[in-house]
C-alpha cells in the first residue's frame, strides 16, 4: 500500500488513534449482542482460570458456554464465521475429523474426543468470529483475553506450586502442566506488547511493561524450553521489523532482560534449560534437571513414532486421540508390557498421526490463513495515526499466532481452545475492520508526526 501523502489540512473534529468512540453497527440482532456480550465473559474466565482456584462449584464457565452456543445457532452466528477462508479451514479440519473416526483404533474413544474436546472448540470458533459484528466489539473480545491472562499470572504467582517437580504449575485445572501455562502467558506477553503499544505514553506504557516483565518471569518459572525456543522466535519477529536504531535498543534491552532472569533463576530450573544447547550438564540426583533428558529421550522417540504413524495411515490416521493407543500396541508387541502413553509432544505431528495428512494441511491452513489476514490489515494500516490502533491489534494477533504456531512444535494441544479463539478473533478482525478503516479515513488525514526512532515507528516502516 503507497504512504498516506503528507496533508497539512486536519480533519474535522480529530480524535486521538485510539479513541473510544468507534462506530457500532446497527445490524446486530438482540440475540447477537447478547451472545457477544456472553462470549467477553467467557473468554475471560477461560484464560483467566479464576474458577480453577475458586468456586468451582458454580460452574459459570460451562453456563456461559451453553448460553454461547445457543446464540451461535440463533443469530445464524455461524453463517458469517464461515465464510472467511479461516472458518472454511476450521471446518475442513472438524468434517476430516469426524471422518477419520471410522478407521479409529477405538471408535469410541475418538467419537468422545471429537464430541466433549473438539467439538466445544470449534463452537467457540463460530461464536468469536460470528458474534463480533463490529470492531468496537473486537477491540474489547482482544481486551478481555489480555486481561484474562494477566490474571492467570497472578494467580500462577500466589497459588502456583513448585514443590513436586521445580517446575511452576497450578495444582488444579487447565494449567497443571506447566507447559501448557507457559504457553498461554506467552501469548499473553503477545497481547500485552499490543497493550503497551496502545498506551498512552507515561503511566500507562510503564504498566503495560511491568505487565509483560512479570509475565516473562513467570514464564521463566515454568521451566518450559519449548516456551523459550517460542519467546526467542517471538523476538526474532519483532527485531526484523525493527530500523537498525530500534534493533540495537531491542538488543540491549534483551540482554538485560536476560541476564536479569538468569541471575535469578535457580540453579535446577537453569541446568533445566541448558539442555537445549548442551549435550550433557552436571547433575545432582534424580529431580529436574535429571529428568529433562528423559524428557528429551523420550520426546524424540515419540516423535519418530508419531511421523510413522503418519505414513502408515496418510489419509486418516490411527484415530483423532488414539496416538496413544497404538503406541501402547507398538510397545506390546515389541516384548514390553505397555507402552508410555505420552501424547506426541508436538500439535502438528498429533493432527498427521491421528487424523491423517489432509487434517494436517486444514490445521496448517487454519495458523496460515490467520496469520496473512492479521498481517495484510496491518501492511493496510500502518504508518496512518488515524488507524494506529487499528495496525496496532492486527500486529499483536499477528504475533500471538507466531507464538502459537512455535509453542505447539512442543506439546499436544492440537484439540484446544487456543487457536478457535485466536483464529476467531483473526477472522472477526478481517470481517468487521473495512467498515471502522472507511469510516476513518472518509476525511483527510493529518500531518504526519516526527519520525522518532525506536521500537514502534520502526514496525510502521516495515513489516
Excluded at 480529530?14 to 453497527?25: E, F, H, L
Excluded at 459484528?133 to 500462577?156: E, F, H, P, S, W
Excluded at 515454568?222 to 517471538?234: E, H, N
Amino acid at each position: 500500500m503507497a504512504a498516506v501523502p503528507p496533508i497539512v489540512q486536519a480533519f474535522p473534529n480529530p480524535a486521538p488513534a485510539d479513541q473510544g468512540a468507534v462506530y457500532n453497527s446497527d445490524g446486530a440482532s438482540a440475540f447477537q449482542r447478547l451472545g457477544f456480550a456472553i462470549l467477553v465473559l467467557y473468554l475471560f474466565l477461560i484464560y483467566s482460570r479464576i474458577f480453577d482456584v475458586k468456586l468451582s462449584f458454580l460452574h459459570i464457565p460451562g453456563i456461559s458456554y451453553r448460553v454461547i452456543f445457543a446464540m451461535v445457532i440463533l443469530s445464524q452466528a455461524f453463517v458469517r464465521a464461515l465464510k472467511s477462508d479461516i472458518g472454511k479451514a476450521m471446518l475442513g479440519f472438524t468434517v476430516w475429523l469426524v471422518l477419520a473416526i471410522p478407521g479409529s483404533m477405538w471408535k469410541g474413544g475418538s467419537t468422545a474426543l471429537v464430541l466433549d474436546a473438539w467439538l466445544p472448540c470449534f463452537i467457540i470458533f463460530l461464536a468469536t468470529a460470528g458474534l463480533i459484528v463490529n470492531y468496537d466489539q473486537c477491540r474489547k473480545a482482544v481486551n478481555a483475553v489480555a486481561y484474562g491472562l494477566l490474571v492467570l499470572t497472578a494467580i500462577a504467582i500466589l497459588w502456583g506450586s513448585t514443590e513436586e517437580t521445580g517446575r511452576l504449575y497450578l495444582p488444579h485445572g487447565k494449567f497443571s502442566n506447566p507447559n501448557e501455562m507457559a504457553q498461554a502467558l506467552l501469548l499473553g506477553l503477545s497481547l500485552w506488547w499490543l497493550m503497551w503499544l496502545n498506551a498512552k505514553p507515561g503511566v500507562g506504557k510503564a504498566i503495560a511493561g511491568i505487565v509483560m516483565l512479570v509475565m516473562l518471569f513467570t514464564v521463566s518459572k515454568t521451566g518450559s524450553r519449548g516456551a523459550m525456543v517460542s519467546f526467542g522466535i517471538l523476538l526474532l519477529a519483532i527485531f526484523l521489523r525493527c530500523a537498525p536504531a530500534g534493533k540495537m535498543k531491542m538488543l540491549i534491552v534483551t540482554v538485560v532482560l536476560v541476564a536479569f532472569i538468569v541471575g535469578t533463576m535457580p540453579k535446577r530450573l537453569l541446568n533445566r534449560y541448558r539442555t537445549l544447547t548442551e549435550d550433557r550438564v552436571e547433575i545432582s540426583g534424580d529431580d529436574i534437571e535429571s529428568s529433562a533428558y528423559s524428557s528429551s529421550a523420550a520426546r524424540k522417540d515419540l516423535l519418530r513414532k508419531s511421523i510413522k504413524y503418519t505414513f502408515q495411515h496418510p489419509l486418516f490416521g490411527v484415530g483423532p486421540g488414539m496416538f496413544v493407543v497404538a503406541e501402547d500396541k507398538d510397545a506390546i508387541a515389541a516384548g514390553r508390557r505397555h507402552g508410555s502413553w505420552q501424547g506426541t509432544h508436538n500439535s502438528y505431528t498429533q493432527v498427521s498421526s491421528e487424523c491423517g495428512i489432509p487434517a494436517l494441511i486444514f490445521y496448517v491452513l487454519v495458523i496460515l490463513f490467520a496469520l496473512k489476514k492479521t498481517s495484510r490489515i496491518y501492511r493496510k494500516t500502518r504508518g496512518d495515526p488515524r488507524l494506529a490502533d487499528i495496525a496496532n491489534i492486527a500486529v499483536g494477533l499477528n504475533y500471538v499466532l507466531i507464538v502459537f504456531a512455535a509453542s505447539i512444535m512442543f506439546d499436544y494441544i492440537a484439540y484446544s481452545s487456543m487457536l478457535s479463539v485466536f483464529a476467531g478473533l483473526s477472522a472477526a478482525l478481517g470481517a468487521t475492520v473495512e467498515a471502522e478503516i472507511e469510516r476513518r479515513t472518509a476525511a483527510p488525514a493529518p500531518a504526519p508526526a516526527p519520525v522518532r526512532t525506536g521500537f514502534r515507528p520502526a514496525m510502521a516502516r516495515q513489516f
